[in-house]
């Protein structure tokens, strides 16, 4: 079992430009997320995924969106990046209804947009 | 909207001395999380609490929940250096799938 897993590991963009960040898991979640963590802020939410084929907005969705292809599969898309998105990007997925309904992080993508 | 907050933000210890770090919310929680993150890892889950006035304990860590179930605090006796690392809270609202995390303390441990 991978758990969570995450790609790329690291991007360095210029202002403007796109790209898809890719979030897998093989638990069978039905829940996925994605964070972004900034020095002193803590974690926080961008979209989630309370099943498949459903998504919704966090507490800093603009500039982002989000695809949850299938049950495995959640991507965050940064349409046009600026340098405010600088961050690190954390994926996770959970059960929800199991005793803990822990998340699952993976181990992050390093984004900086110059 | 929702915000939880944390105290402190950083915390220095000697190696033995004890370690708390405390979370509060603005709204009533229907459970509440910890994870720890270490220096450039991602975060781990340690506990949940879902009970008012709730107290559980893992080997040298301590969790509790408060009675209002709006607080939370995570208490570490006898630091030692596998200590290291950020812990954060996170709490979920009766009704939602997204837990609010906490701003996080950073915790160093001086040998």
């Known amino acids: 079992n991978a758990g969570v897993t995450q790609t790329p590991k690291f991007q360095v963009l210029k202002t403007g430009q796109s790209m898809t960040l890719q979030c897998a898991q093989d638990m069978n979640h039905n829940s996925m997320y994605w964070y972004r963590q900034d020095p002193g802020m803590g974690l926080r939410l961008i979209y989630y995924?309370?099943?498949?084929?459903?998504?919704d907005k966090g507490e800093v969705p603009n500039g982002y969106n989000v695809s949850r292809l299938n049950k495995r599969e959640f991507s965050l898309r940064l349409e046009s990046a600026a340098p405010s998105q600088t961050s690190v990007y954390f994926c996770?997925?959970?059960?929800?209804?199991?005793?803990?309904?822990?998340?699952?992080f993976g181990p992050g993508t390093r984004l900086t947009v110059l | 909207g929702q915000q939880v907050m944390q105290i402190p933000q950083y915390q220095h210890v000697q190696e033995g001395e004890d370690f708390t770090t405390y979370c509060n919310s603005s709204t009533t929680l229907s459970n509440i999380q910890w994870y720890k993150q270490r220096p450039g890892g991602h975060p781990v889950f340690l506990i949940q609490l879902v009970k008012s006035g709730e107290v559980k304990k893992q080997k040298r860590l301590t969790f509790q929940f408060g009675e209002a179930k709006k607080n939370s605090s995570l208490h570490i006796t006898a630091t030692q250096t596998t200590d290291v690392g950020t812990y954060f809270c996170?709490?979920?609202?009766?009704?939602?799938?997204?837990?609010?995390f906490g701003t996080g303390t950073r915790l160093k441990v001086l040998a």
């Open positions: 996770a997925s959970s059960e929800p209804g199991t005793f803990y309904n822990e998340q699952f």
């Open positions: 996170a709490g979920l609202t009766s009704g939602t799938y997204k837990y609010i």
């Open positions: 995924s309370a099943s498949e084929g459903t998504t």
